[in-house]
């Protein structure tokens, strides 16, 4: 499989600029030539780039794929009501068929917003890993790992199995990561477990941290520690750890991780529909931490979009600081590309000869690009995900001109409001 | 003319509530009836409702619609460079011409993103009339009055030959309000004008309130007063007010005007794009103002879409009160439809008979909307401006399946762009 494509611009996440009319060349699953007049002959296939615009496809660092069934479903309250009230006893009923397409209505949802690679904490992690396989993306699949109710061990159990089966499948578009859910759903030597099964795989880690004041609350009555404090001393931040929310990181904190392996992912639709707060993310990238930016689930977001998430995610941190130069567009491109990417080990997040090919191609003839002022700023604080017209994955064409070619986004549509309806009658 | 939504769902938003599978018919430019199984055969246009949701069209209470052109052109700067050194240089450019082929622009995003009315300050108010004609919507426009600079007088000869040639222009569709810019732009005595030309038209009022906190120490120090307290003192509030921004309202400020006949128009995505801060929008909500809200202008904003407006001040403010369950989703689509329609004086803002027939129509088959938990929730928080299928204004269909029917938006495009290449070459 090859695709040309011919006299495009595309965006320079690195050199932070836009670079006009190139010939991009995509062979199997990589960017092999970047150039002028590359020959067009022998290619499968070729997409003209007049008006258009290639970026790198976004990662989006933190998701539930499977919480689809619960969009919309539990709005306006307070965590605790949500939590007890709505949604722990709609999970208590799902099903691992509501999850496979739970999780494939999600993929539609970030297919759909330019979204090449999804961090997914959740559970039934084998059909989340063959939706991810069937979709074309990419999928780091976390299986939440809990032990405060019991049934730590069988968790820890599952994703040993995961690993062994579906780590590195689908071309190695699919990795298997172990995932301590949070410190107050973990006891500490299950923590240390967890890390432990980490080092032996060699892997990432990924846990929520911090992301309500509760939280740091109750971890500084407990342990005597803040949260991050907590996890570095028991060994956490000696792995290389993607960390949802960190909303309420505090000075010292970033201090402490700033020169680690840290990838903080940033949430701003969640954080702020769930009340938790505002992450400091002008504070987290000038220590230089390579912030990521996710959704989260649909149950707190309540969509998957990730160009409404890069456009929440810049303009709420200047009116924050108080200042309208902090975290400017490019830097949320750049959570949404190369950082995101680095914190999820794939190769990719930028346009580059050698890289992984992923990547989104927008309709620059969109009013939101119109006029062309500054490309840069339109995709953060413009653009609608409804400009974005194809996406690449891995080498492969998955959506054309908004349509979705692996999956059956109207199938999967049906079979969602079909699956909710048995289930809230269960 | 008349149009028939037949066997439709639509929100009642007064009820907070949907109401399913009902006929609406709408005759001339008003609802004249909803009821069950009404005659089809005499109706010009039948739209059939399944799957679909009325909603009352939306409201952009503050906007700059001749922006357009500054769309991505001075991001990610502080407020005083963003004006003195890009937007008031381009601005002194600007034609006649240029700030039609620019309101159309908006009005294009508006129509897309289901909006029946605008209130919009800017110059060239008679260009803005004939666009607003031409598009089928309702505009409510005020010629930004200031006398710092001079030309104040000629500026009130200007709003006042506008009344006498605009005002009720396109069958009632456009108002002309008299509109000082701000306190900061217009001297005490100049305000008091406008404000006595207001009454002479029996108008309301239209001023940029309380936007940036240098605003109130200013006024502070030349009035000892806040900028609410010292538009009061000189009989603002005897008038009915439309406030844009009032980012900076106080907890005493709201009390002075809770009883008033006062509109704040809340611009969440500006206010947070520059610095200016949060609008304690729960506040003012518990102390019975009722609120309105706008995009304001693609120079800060950078867009138009009324959907991502409704979306961004919902969350936000639940982030700032600490607490998910203030300012809920039904508060803010009452900010978008009767709040709206309320202070811009048309009797619309919900389907009702009897209500002028601003309708837009949502595809429940989105994404989006599945599975259909709760449609009041989704308007909020996962629609996208791309599930309104249809836009009816006046009575008129002026939206069809996406395709405006009364603009040529495609024409508009190219417009802008020339002319943005060639003032930029002035």
Redesign the interface.
């Known amino acids: 499989m090859s695709i040309l494509l011919k006299n495009i611009s595309y965006l320079d996440i690195k050199k932070e600029c836009i670079v006009e009319n190139k010939d991009i060349l995509i062979e199997d699953n990589k960017i092999v030539k970047i150039g002028e007049d590359l020959e067009d002959l022998t290619v499968d296939n070729v997409i003209y780039g007049n008006n258009k615009l290639a970026v790198p496809a976004y990662v989006n660092s933190h998701s539930h794929l499977g919480m ?6 539990a ?5 605790n009501t ?1 939590l007890n009230e709505k949604i722990w006893p709609f999970e208590a009923k799902l099903t691992d068929e509501d999850i496979y397409w739970a999780s494939l ?1 999600s993929i ?2 970030n297919i ?1 917003s330019g979204t090449s690679t999804v961090c997914d904490m959740y559970y039934s992690m084998d059909k989340v890993s063959e939706a991810i396989k069937k979709s074309g993306i990419r999928g780091v699949l976390t299986r939440g790992l809990m032990d405060i109710n019991g049934g730590g061990e069988e968790r820890l159990e599952e994703t040993r199995e995961l690993y062994k089966n579906y780590h590195n499948y689908a071309n190695g578009r699919v990795k298997i990561v172990p995932a301590p859910h949070a410190i107050y759903t973990c006891s500490t030597d299950y923590l240390k477990e967890i890390i432990n099964m980490s080092k032996e795989f060699d892997s990432v880690i990924n846990i929520h941290i911090s992301e309500t ?1 509760k939280e740091i609350e109750d971890c500084k009555e407990t342990n005597n520690m803040t949260p991050v404090e907590y996890l570095n001393s028991i060994g956490l931040f000696d792995l290389k750890v993607i960390g949802a929310h960190c909303t309420h990181i505090t000075d010292e904190e970033i201090e402490l991780v700033k020169n680690k392996n840290f990838y903080p992912v940033y949430n701003p ?1 969640s ?8 992450t400091p993310i002008d504070k987290l990238l000038k220590a230089g931490i390579k912030v990521a930016i996710g959704t989260d689930g ?1 149950s707190s ?3 998957q ?1 990730m160009v ?1 998430e890069i ?2 995610g ?3 941190n ?2 924050v ?6 975290v ?2 490019v830097e949320v491109l750049k959570m949404a590309t190369v950082n995101g990417a680095e914190a999820m080990g794939f190769d990719a997040g930028s346009i580059e000869e050698g890289k992984l090919a992923d990547i989104q191609i927008y309709d620059l ?1 969109s ?2 690009f ?6 840069i ?2 995709l953060c ?2 653009a ?3 400009d974005i017209l194809d996406l690449i994955v891995d080498g492969n064409l998955i959506m054309k001109n908004r349509e979705i070619l692996t999956i059956d ?1 109207e199938y999967i ?1 049906y079979k ?2 079909k699956l ?2 048995e289930l809230i009658n269960r």
Do not use: C
């Open positions: 689809t069934m619960m969009r919309n479903y709005d306006d309250l307070d965590l949500w209505g539609v949802e759909k004041i639709s954080n702020l529909k769930l009340a938790s707060g505002f649909s977001n309540n969509n979009n409404e456009h929440i810049s303009i709420v200047k009116a600081e108080l200042n309208a130069e902090v400017p567009a003839n009013m939101n119109t006029p062309n002022n500054n490309l700023s339109a604080y413009s609608s995900s409804n986004e549509k969602i409001n909710t309806k």
